[in-house]
């Protein structure tokens, strides 16, 4: 290609697919948040419709301008056309300010207004500590193995983002069915629908009309008005007055905040693995700046670069799809469609496109780190098999208890985990590794990464870093601590004291040299020098 001829394309026709995949995505957890401050925190549809979602609204039109220009930047500097990342609020992230700051203060004051203003406040404090990851995110990407990188995405893609939808979609089959079917055969199996139809659009249409048919979706113009963006900053001076009464609230607010520009690192680092390279510094500030903003709107809730890239740059989306879902999800906040939009997609319908966004990340993965490394990307997967266990035990018990079941010990009683131990759900081990999920299996991808390569010193580092997070509650733990010296801290340091001294006492000919594995492909690089 020419690069003194070459312009890039905004929209594109293939961005119109990858434009119901993102929207999709966005709507789904608009509306989950939507519903839990709604309904479960009692606030009333003047802060949900009028002060939340058009936040929101604001922080994802402000992350889509700088991403539109970035895509356009980086196609002219390298003279072919790129995929924009996709933006959002952070699917994890929200339900941890949901739960974690919104809701404690609303079940402890039932104040549904000030429960508001701390998450805004809280919003705004975690954004600022997002956009320093800026300050170290290019460094941990540099010395990051992709396998520890992706792998860890690849987590959250099978569980949350594959396993739950996919769950959805078979509690709902005529509906769910209909639209799967138009997923695997227009963006799985990649086959032209008539009329060159965008397959997602197809997916979700069938799904939504079939819904009306059987009654599982309704047309609801009750909420259809005019909420027009404003800033709260009274509210949000507020809320972070309370947050520094009440610095208790930062040891949530603060390790997932890390989790979050962590996860920006990450998926950053899925796009330049698909073949689009953008600057990870300057996507952590965007994200920290737009989850301010729209902390001053009236959202509490942080954004991020989304798990997917490698999905929309499959299907040869530019940066149209993104500059559309920022269009209408803004339209739908500020005129009131979202409710409209709630009641009339099911959520069976919709989930197809989601399970595609996983299949398609790990997919990705697979091809884009070196096949010896698999092994790294499967043991970074394994901590969020946990998260998503303790999250689901934790909605098992929360069911018992609305059903009026009385005397329910809580999760974490002695005589309750002993009695699951006896049946075989490791409840200790699993709630350990549930926390902090994202960088422990990024700490175990790079560890297992760098020993099959035989980087120990690198191993050896990840290790020792792990123990010192461990110690003081980043991972392990569900709060900051006092650094403390138990059993995980030790286990990392005995990893990281061996890897680091291995190669300091092993033979050279034990370091150069591999044993070959019975019934295994022998996958090893040969040519990579043991340190």
Known sequence: MDMRTYQYRLFARSDFSAFW??????????????????????MPAEIVYGRIVPGAAIAILAGVVVYTYLARWAAEREGRDVTALPYGISTPVMFVYLFGVIGPIYWATQDPLLAWQVGIGAGF???????LGALVGPF???????????????????????????AEIFEHPVIGFTSLLFILWGLIGRFRLPGNMPAGLVAISAGTVIGLYLGEARIDVS??????????????????????????LFLVLIPVQIYNFIETMNNVESAEAAGDTYPVGLCQVTDGVGTMLGALFGSPFPT???????AYKRLDAHAGYIVGVAVVISAAAFFGFLSFLAALIPISAAAPVLVFVSVSLITNTAFAVKPAHMAAVSFAILPHISEFLMTKWGSMMNALKSTGV???????DPKLTEALLREGAHFEGHLALSQGAILTGLIWGAVVASVIDGRFRIASGFALAAAVMSSVGIIHAHTLQMPQL???TIGYLIIGGFLGLYPLAAPKEDLEERIIVPDEPDMLERTVPAE
């Open 406 to 412: 009385e005397g329910l010990p809580a999760l974490g």
């Open 486 to 488: 138990d059993g995980i």
């Open 304 to 310: 991020t670069v989304y798990i997917g890239h490698p």
């Open 140 to 166: 941990l990407k540099r010395i990051t193995p992709r396998a520890g990188m992706l792998g860890t995405l690849c987590g959250i893609a099978l569980v949350f983002i594959g396993a739950v939808p996919l």
């Open 223 to 248: 909420g259809v008005g005019f909420y027009p963006p404003v800033p709260y900053l009274g509210d949000m001076i507020a809320g972070v007055r309370y947050l520094f009464a009440h610095p208790e």
């Open 125 to 131: 404090m975690g954004g600022i500590v997002a956009a």
């Open 21 to 42: 995949a993102l929207f999709t995505d966005n709507l789904v957890n608009l509306l989950i948040l939507s519903g839990v401050c709604q309904f479960v925190f009692q």
